[in-house]
């Protein structure tokens, strides 16, 4: 059996592999990509949030801002301090249903990467 004995400083970025045959894969999506996914992915929070009406304090509200979300990434220059705001607003509305929370986290993942 080989011993690895690794010390590192800071890394930087999110792939990283060690020992033989090891392979780090960074997937790199571009940012029109991210944002088509984004836009799907804030198709399925509305629906998720038709299906759990009843369990999402002023669901109607959320909704409406997951559309403004869509709105504002369809301009040429989004205003991102507004978009993230707006997520924020969505994600503590939807915290106490799991799907929708995941989705929300995903989503706002998804923008920090395209809009750093």
Same mark, same amino acid.
């Given at each position: 059996?080989?011993?690895?004995?690794?010390?590192?400083?800071?890394?930087?970025?999110?792939?990283?592999?060690?020992?033989?045959?090891?392979?780090?894969? !960074?997937?790199?999506?571009?940012?029109? %990509?991210? @944002?088509?996914?984004?836009?799907? =992915?804030?198709?399925? /929070?509305?629906? #998720? +949030?038709?299906?759990?009406?009843?369990?999402?304090?002023?669901?109607?509200?959320?909704? !409406?801002?997951?559309?403004?979300?869509? %709105?504002? @990434?369809?301009?040429?220059?989004? =205003?991102?301090?507004? /978009?993230?705001? #707006? +997520?924020?607003?969505?994600?503590?509305?939807?915290?106490?249903?799991?799907?929708?929370?995941?989705?929300?986290?995903?989503?706002?993942?998804?923008?920090?990467?395209?809009?750093?």
């Amino acid at each position: 059996m080989d011993y690895y004995n690794i010390k590192t400083g800071s890394i930087v970025g999110s792939a990283v592999a060690v020992g033989p045959k090891a392979k780090a894969v !960074q997937a790199n999506i571009s940012g029109r %990509e991210s @944002l088509h996914e984004v836009t799907a =992915d804030l198709d399925r /929070v509305i629906l #998720l +949030l038709e299906e759990h009406r009843t369990e999402v304090p002023h669901s109607e509200a959320i909704e !409406q801002f997951a559309v403004m979300v869509k %709105e504002e @990434l369809a301009q040429d220059d989004p =205003d991102v301090g507004l /978009v993230h705001k #707006l +997520l924020a607003r969505i994600a503590a509305g939807v915290s106490a249903v799991g799907a929708l929370a995941e989705a929300i986290t995903k989503i706002q993942d998804l923008i920090s990467h395209v809009f750093k």
